[in-house]
């Protein structure tokens, strides 16, 4: 396999699909080495077609908003791999969704999943619908529209999507709601993120955000230093951020910044329960506004228009928020304020110039498709529980995702570690999550 060779050919086939191209560039450049010494997945061009979509379901989705006006949006589904299970993967919500944005997010899905070592497929799918400034009645109108089309493409078997940006809680309550409905039966692992009571796992909520701080811990404690007093800034103010940011302040570390496509709210003292419980009212609200926080709580939060996280002075930087949102020059920004670790939460969070600053640095960076893999691992503890009909409690959840959690950053340091004893983690994340991909494949034939 030639990196080169195999890109040039791909742009040549989806051109303009940027995300999808750059998620993949940075796939094969990981691999490419590992790749070319087993001569058995270049006779099953493997590559080739890893890089394809199994299918595509592209369908439109109509209903009324409050003013009984017809809307009609596009709504998605990519179903990437199957090698290791049923698909599984997110449903994103956005104004800016679109098929490269979701083949980019279904191919990062099939590694992370891969890493999780439970036996999930990859998928994406989502929406051109913007949540913000929606009522809760065009929310549920427009889930049950989205519904009404993908219901016979999903199933515990089959595929099971789950939240992502703009789908929380709520917005999979709709969803089930309808997909019951309309497939006559309560196949609860149709749909993960479900409430505690009908289906839900206790944890998944806190999942992603808990198990980004696990993965964290292991890099902080891997150079012999600790969480303790550590200041982390954090973008966004979502289900990512409230997680990550109620498990950093349990271990100790200090949360001194949340940020909105509006700005940035610093936390000269870190943040406290009521403002981590008032990020949820934040998100209920749709105004995707984080002044709110500092509207509401003057004096802990202070708000700057205009300003990103990455310009908050900290030790730690987490992306919680959506893809490509840290820049090289906010990487440099970074540096220069003394950043010592930078752990990706959102999907593809940084840009490749942002990773190779950091890495140039040799500052720890952990890849988004480790690091945000505790979401979708307890996904996959919810559907197990799902298929045993029985509820593990919270403590039960959090240990096997803590456990998996370490297993990732064991795997990553395994095929991570170079030569001079440093651990590029962006390398052995892919590198570990490929290959369990590329067995599955060589070992089902050529399909
Ligand atoms: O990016 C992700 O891993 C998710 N949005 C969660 C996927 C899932 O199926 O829980």
């Excluded at 993967?89 to 191919?107: P, T, W, Y």
């Excluded at 040799?362 to 979708?376: D, L, T, W």
Aim: charged share 25%; net charge neutral; with cysteine.
């Amino acid at each position: 396999m030639k990196v080169n060779e195999i890109m040039t050919a791909l742009e040549a086939k989806h051109p303009g699909e940027k995300e999808y191209l750059q998620a993949v560039r940075e796939v094969l450049e990981s691999i490419e080495e590992v790749y070319n010494q087993h001569p058995e997945f270049e006779k099953a061009k493997i590559v080739e077609r890893l890089v394809e979509p199994d299918r595509i379901f592209t369908f439109r989705v109509t209903w009324v908003d409050r003013n009984g006006e017809v809307q009609t949006n596009l709504g998605y589904r990519v179903q990437y791999n199957a090698a290791l299970g049923a698909y599984k993967g997110g449903l994103r919500f956005h104004k800016a969704v679109n098929v490269s944005m979701l083949k980019f997010l279904g191919f990062e899905q099939i590694f992370k999943n891969s890493l999780t070592n439970l036996p999930l497929g990859g998928g994406k799918g989502g929406s051109d619908f913007d949540p913000v400034g929606k009522t809760d009645e065009e929310i549920m109108r427009f889930c049950q529209a989205f519904m009404y089309e993908l219901w016979r493409n999903i199933g515990p078997d089959q595929d099971s999507p789950a939240g992502d940006v703009g789908v929380g809680g709520r917005e999979i309550g709709y969803l089930y709601g309808a997909y019951k409905k309309l497939a006559r039966e309560h196949s609860t692992g149709a749909l993960t993120g479900k409430s505690y009571g009908w289906g839900g796992s206790l944890v998944r909520p806190e999942a992603t955000g808990f198990g980004a701080i696990y993965y964290v811990e292991r890099m902080v404690k891997q150079t012999g230093d600790k969480m303790e007093g550590k200041r982390i800034a954090l973008s966004g103010f979502g289900n990512v951020a409230w997680g990550a940011a109620i498990k950093a302040t349990e271990l100790g570390a200090k949360v001194v910044a949340l940020s909105g496509p509006d700005g940035v709210c610093e936390l000269p003292n870190g943040i406290d329960q009521e403002m981590i419980d008032y990020m949820l009212v934040m998100r209920a609200s749709n105004r995707n506004k984080v002044q709110d926080m500092a509207d509401k709580f003057p004096g802990k939060a202070v708000f700057t228009p205009g300003k990103k996280a990455w310009m908050v002075k900290c030790d730690i930087a987490c992306p919680c928020a959506f893809q490509n949102e840290l820049a090289e020059e906010d990487a440099k920004e970074l540096i220069a304020n003394g950043v010592k670790y930078v752990a990706e939460v959102s999907n593809m969070g940084c840009q490749p110039g942002a990773i190779a600053a950091f890495q140039a640095a040799k500052i720890p960076f952990g890849p988004g498709k480790a690091v945000n893999a505790g979401g979708v691992a307890t996904s996959g503890l919810e559907i197990c529980q799902n298929a045993g009909h029985i509820n593990w409690t919270a403590p039960e959840v959090d240990q096997k995702l803590h456990k998996i959690m370490n297993d990732i950053y064991d795997m990553c340091v395994k095929y991570g570690t170079q030569p001079d004893g440093t651990i590029n983690y962006v390398k052995g994340a892919n590198i570990a999550g490929f290959m369990r991909v590329a067995n599955a494949m060589l070992a089902q034939g050529i399909i």
